[in-house]
């Protein structure tokens, strides 16, 4: 008796102490000085409580084509809860304008304002979440399939 009372103490805890979650957050039309963007924030998280993010920067074609795809890759077991994708119209990752910048800049702030709003940590021991950290650890997509050396693909997409 007293270890089934035990194990349904530990599955109380477990319940009461972790968290589900799934998020999917769309925004196609922005603009800041003129030129226009896209965000998209995916989660798909279960008890866990450091949520590593991945941060993709692409062209506004192609991020509405991999947010289309994004909820099926992660049936499939992945490494990153949390997923931020930002489509800049007539994005150039050779040329970066400063407009670009300041858009990039603006959304890793997004980024780092949900996850202090959320309890979630904005220092770990890798990648540390900060603007700098992210500036660094942000990854640029060109094509659709880039997508699968990031998260795992079990097709093509």
């Known amino acids: 008796m007293k270890r089934i009372l035990f194990i349904c103490l530990i599955f109380q805890f477990?319940?009461?102490f972790g968290q589900n979650v799934s998020i999917e957050i769309s925004d196609h039309y922005r603009e800041l000085d003129g030129k226009a963007y896209a965000t998209y924030q995916f989660v798909s998280s279960s008890y866990s409580a450091l949520r590593p993010t991945l941060v993709i920067?692409?062209?506004?074609?192609?991020?509405?084509?991999l947010l289309d795809k994004l909820s099926t890759l992660y049936k499939a077991k992945q490494e990153y809860t949390d997923v931020?994708?930002?489509g800049i119209t007539n994005f150039n990752q050779k040329n970066i304008s400063e407009v670009d910048k300041k858009i990039i800049d603006k959304?890793?702030?997004?980024?780092?304002?949900?996850?202090t709003d959320n309890n979630l940590p904005l220092i770990e021991l890798e990648p540390p979440y900060t603007l700098e950290g992210l500036?660094?650890?942000?990854?640029?997509?060109?094509?659709?399939?880039?997508?699968?050396?990031?998260?795992v693909c079990k097709s093509k997409i």
Request: net charge positive; aromatic share 12%.
């Open 14 to 16: 477990q319940i009461s």
């Open 57 to 65: 920067i692409t062209n506004k074609d192609l991020s509405f084509e």
């Open 84 to 86: 931020w994708i930002l």
């Open 107 to 115: 959304f890793l702030q997004q980024i780092i304002k949900y996850r």
């Open 135 to 151: 500036q660094r650890d942000k990854i640029i997509i060109e094509k659709k399939d880039d997508i699968c050396k990031y998260l």
